[in-house]
């Protein structure tokens, strides 16, 4: 366990709840833009609900937080890490997409009438695995889970939607079925930095858990779409935004055409699964789990085609 997250843990069971000390450690990439980079790790034995990338913008009047980590705990963390920053309001809570390292912290925002935002049918996702994830990271955090409950959006985005948080524009944008069926992007209009979400994966293997060619159209399109920098679901900040997507475009292309090469020459599925994307070994972190995934997932659709 990380240090921050144990002394969090220790400072919340001492305290019966009342949240002491420990605040996430974040990083300022930009003026007023604060990044918490979350660990290469599995969902498994050694998961503590802190894999992905979460964060906050201060603007003028109020605060944003961008995905709110894996667990009621480390959402409290975050709170802690903004309220060591700023005393002002936080007003919005944003959430890139469903996968349950980026919004179980949500419930420690509760307490500060925030609105929570996402993509239209983010809500349907949330509400469809709400049991599933909550049962699934009682299993992986033990007591660490204490709290975590999934809080579904109480506002959302179909096509854009802008917030202005003081002198400070976030430009938020609803994407069509990519790496979910409800992917969502914030631009922070003033220092051109774009939280991706995972529509974008640094270092670690890219998951699927919407649809291949529809990604591929979307990294098309955010290509073209100038940043500074860019925050991405997991791995480092990244500023070759488009040479980091078309690592990612590599991957999903590959992973498409060595399956479909497979079922052209008649292999079996697991002989298919097993070869998909080696080329790509080596590119990434996590690479055989989530490959095995993707190729799992992906093999049955591929056939009908
Ligand atoms: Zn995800």
Known sequence: MRWWALTFLLGFSLQSGVAVSAALPVEEIAPGVFVHQGVHEEFGDHYHGDIANIGFIIGEQAVAVIDSGGSYLVGLALREAIRARTQKPIRYVINTHVHSDHVFGNAAFEQDNVEFIGHAQLPRAMRSRAEA???????????????SRIVVSTHTVTA??????????????????????HDLSVMDELTRSWWLGDLLFADRTPSIDGDVPGWLSVIDVLSEIPAARVIPGHG????DKNAALAKQRQYLQTLVKDLKQSIAEGKSMQSAIESAARSE?????????????NATMLYPKLEWD
């Open 160 to 181: 854009e939607r802008v917030i202005d948080l003081g002198n400070r524009r976030l430009l938020l944008k609803a994407w069509p079925i990519a790496h979910t069926d």
């Open 281 to 293: 070994h080596g590119q990434w972190q996590l690479f055989e789990s989530t490959n095995r995934r």
């Open 133 to 147: 994830y909550e049962t699934n990271l009682k299993t992986m955090l033990g007591d660490a889970a204490a709290g």
């Open 236 to 239: 480092p900040i990244v500023i």
